[in-house]
């Protein structure tokens, strides 16, 4: 699919990242045979090029959430069809709160770091910034640093799915968050 033309013009290729992000988190793992989630977050974007004329919010931290919607819809879509289920509104319903949580943990990790409460007040705004923060780590730190703030992981957890000894993960992660604060300063 290509690229939407005037996508960075109207702002919406900024939430590329974020969007993959989110739409990592959710996708099923059975699906990836046959759709990567860059595929749904390139579709998301499209249609909200499409449709930005129905956008009626402010702030980037409505936007993010706009396109949350888009996201938790495509990503519906994608399940009903590979999965062959009828429309389920309980399992869309679910999706757009589990990547709300996504996104609102995103903010949670932003404001752990950040230092001053103002810095804190924007966590919304600042999820979109992380997840730009996020694609710049090494895979294996960054992927430590979302098994660990994302989805909660303890350190023994982290070290069985990277397959490392939990004193190597433990690296990893304090590494992780080291370079991952260095980013965000290097952006503010």
Do not use: C
């Not at 499209?46 to 919010?57: K, L, S, V, Y």
């Amino acid at each position: 699919m290509d690229k939407p033309e005037g996508n960075s013009e109207n702002g919406l290729e900024q939430y590329r990242t974020y969007l993959g992000l989110l739409a990592r988190e959710q996708f099923d793992a059975k699906l990836r045979t046959k759709l990567d989630p860059s595929d749904i977050v390139q579709q998301t974007l499209a249609e909200a090029f499409e449709n930005e004329d129905q956008f009626r919010g402010q702030s980037p931290a409505q936007k993010a959430g706009w396109l949350r919607k888009i996201l938790a819809n495509n990503l519906a879509d994608v399940h009903r069809r590979f999965g062959a289920a009828k429309r389920d509104i309980a399992q869309e319903q679910a999706l757009d709160a589990a990547l709300e949580q996504s996104s609102a943990r995103l903010g949670d990790i932003h404001g752990s770091l950040a230092s001053s409460p103002s810095q804190k007040a924007i966590r919304h705004e600042d999820a979109l910034q992380l997840a730009n923060a996020l694609q710049q780590l090494p895979d294996a730190q960054r992927e430590t640093v979302v098994l660990r703030h994302l989805h909660g992981y303890s350190l023994n957890e982290i070290a069985t799915e990277i397959d490392r000894s939990p004193t190597a993960a433990a690296g990893l992660l304090k590494r992780g968050l080291k370079r991952l604060r260095e980013i965000l300063d290097e952006m503010t």
